[in-house]
């Protein structure tokens, strides 16, 4: 089982900024497509971000699109979620997951098969 650690949560007003990481201990990430999801309690777990297999290839949420930036740190051996122009609705924990899905499957968490315990992002005024 691979530990996958989220870090970079906190509270932040809107129009603000955080950046997540997510940081591997047993595999390499480059290896494999890293994905950002986001959870309310009582609601299913939404997909946010990935980038692709050995590759710079992104695909984000259309909520998000714009405003969020995923991106490999190979040196550390990180994915990081830049979240900018933060609103209220991005109130969620935040977990990073991997695996090898098909493009057409990329969305989905039954694809993933380690999971971070996530981080918590508040967007409050």
């Known amino acids: 089982v691979q530990q996958l650690l989220e870090s970079g949560g906190g509270s932040v007003q809107p129009g603000g900024s955080l950046r997540l990481s997510c940081a591997a201990s047993e595999r390499t990430l480059r290896d494999y497509t890293v994905a950002w999801f986001r959870q309310v309690p009582g609601k299913e777990r939404e997909f946010v971000a990935a980038?692709?297999?050995?590759?710079?290839?992104?695909v984000y949420t259309e909520s998000v699109k714009g405003r969020f930036t995923i991106s490999r740190d190979n040196a550390q051996n990180t994915v990081d979620l830049q979240m900018n122009s933060l609103e209220f609705d991005d109130t969620a924990n935040y977990s990073c997951?991997?695996?090898?899905?098909?493009?057409?499957?990329?969305?989905?968490?039954?694809?993933?098969?380690?999971w971070g315990q996530g981080t918590q992002v508040i967007v409050s005024s």
């Open positions: 997951a991997i695996g090898r899905p098909i493009l057409a499957a990329l969305r989905l968490p039954s694809m993933y098969y380690y």
């Open positions: 980038v692709r297999a050995q590759s710079s290839n992104t």
